[in-house]
Each structure stands twice: as C-alpha cells, then as structure tokens.
C-alpha cells in the first residue's frame, strides 16, 4: 500500500526555521519526480517546489527561492523541504505528493505549518 | 494571485451536467498539458484528470476534461451528492518555470 506520511510541521515564529520530513512507504520511491504543495486555511492549492528522481533537478515557486530547499534521501525514501526566514504567510498545510500529474498521483495528508509570534 | 482563472462556484441538481472553465495563457495551458485535481472538505486533494483528458484508474467516467488553446474545462455529468467538492485546474508554466494551480471553484449539489 502506498503511503505518503509528512512530519516536522508545527509552531514557529516569524524568521525561524523548520524541516519537514515525507516518509514514503509501498512503492520505488527513487523512481518519482516528488512535490511539496501547500494549501493556506481557507484558500487555494500552491505548488511550492519539486525535485527529479535523482535529485538532480529542483524547481521552486517564485515566492520561496532563497529561502526553502527541497531535497530527498533516496536510500532512506524521504522527502524533505527545510523552511528558513519563515513568514506569515507561509502558514499552511503542508502535502507530500508523487508524481502530481500522472496516473500514479499520490498525495500524503499534510502538516500543518504555523508561523506567528 | 494565480495565472489560471476559475469561476469561484458552480453548481447543479442532482443528474445535471456542470462545466468548470480553466482560463490560462500561452506559456501554461497554451504549451502544456492540463490536470484536474479534486479536494472533497477535509481531505488531501487527488487527481481527477491528467493530460487534458485521461482519468485515473478509479476515477469515474462522468468526469471529463478538455482543453482548447489557452482554456481548459471539466464536466461533472449526471451530477452527484458527493461530488461537492473544490475543483482545481492545474499546468506547467514554461515563463515561471513552475507548476500552477487555478483559483479553484466550488461545486454545490443543490
């Protein structure tokens, strides 16, 4: 059974720092492109990076470069994205999610992220 | 604020149709293939549609996407009580080189 299982969410005041951790179960997971997507209370889905199958390529949006880093441990099959300069508006839930836009989509059930003093 | 336009709500009786409209431009629906994501309240979002047109295995067939230009669509037919939920389009944008996701539109089985 696939299992996506996220961790490491939590309070943090604004400019501090904080991992995240996607353990992954079920399935090769250093055979997919894998995502962290965040979703703020009550609005929409904001991707907010991705990382190649070997960790070779990382893609962020706009709003979080410099100042998030994805990475994974293949051997170990975990995602991780460290959060530092952390800001109000990085409170969200936080998902782990496989292959977003293929058939084998899979998406964890998220850790929630909040960034208040 | 999202390059990829949704109506914020729609909705329909049980057994009608409802079309969600996906508006973008040429650097992410124009260019590259589009994908349906559905988040039923209080649940991780899934794939409901990938590719413009292709569903999932396990997906039903009364949903069913396309796309034309720099629009995209998703229709819900024969509409169900259980298909109240956010709708979310979604693509590749080559100019932000990153993935982006609609505004999102809920749909409301009245």
């Known amino acids: 059974e696939v299992q996506l299982v996220e961790s490491g969410g939590g309070l943090v005041q604004p400019g501090g720092s904080l991992r995240l951790s996607c353990a992954a179960s079920g399935f090769t997971f250093s055979s997919y492109w894998m995502n962290w997507v965040r979703q703020a209370p009550g609005k929409g889905l904001e991707w907010v990076a991705n990382i190649k199958e070997d960790g070779s390529k990382k893609y962020y949006v706009d709003s979080v470069k410099g100042r998030f880093t994805i990475s994974r441990d293949n051997a170990k099959n975990s995602l991780f994205l460290q959060m530092n300069s952390l800001r109000a508006e990085d409170t969200a839930v936080y998902y782990c999610a496989r292959a977003i836009t293929s058939t084998e989509s899979y998406w964890g059930q998220g850790t929630l992220v909040t960034v208040s003093s | 604020q999202s390059v990829l336009t949704q109506p914020p709500s729609a909705s329909g009786t049980p057994g009608q149709r409802v079309i969600i409209s996906c508006s973008g431009s040429?650097?992410?629906?124009?260019?590259?293939?589009v994908n349906w994501y559905q988040q039923l309240p209080g649940t991780a979002p899934r794939l409901l549609i990938y590719?413009?047109?292709q569903r999932p295995s396990g997906v039903p067939d009364r949903f069913s996407g396309s796309k034309s230009g720099t629009s995209a669509s998703l229709a819900i037919s024969g509409l169900q009580s259980e298909d109240e939920a956010d709708y979310y389009c979604a693509a590749w944008d080559d100019s932000l080189n990153a993935f982006v996701f609609g505004t999102g539109s809920k749909v409301t089985v009245l």
């Open positions: 590719s413009n047109n």
């Open positions: 040429s650097s992410n629906i124009g260019s590259n293939t």
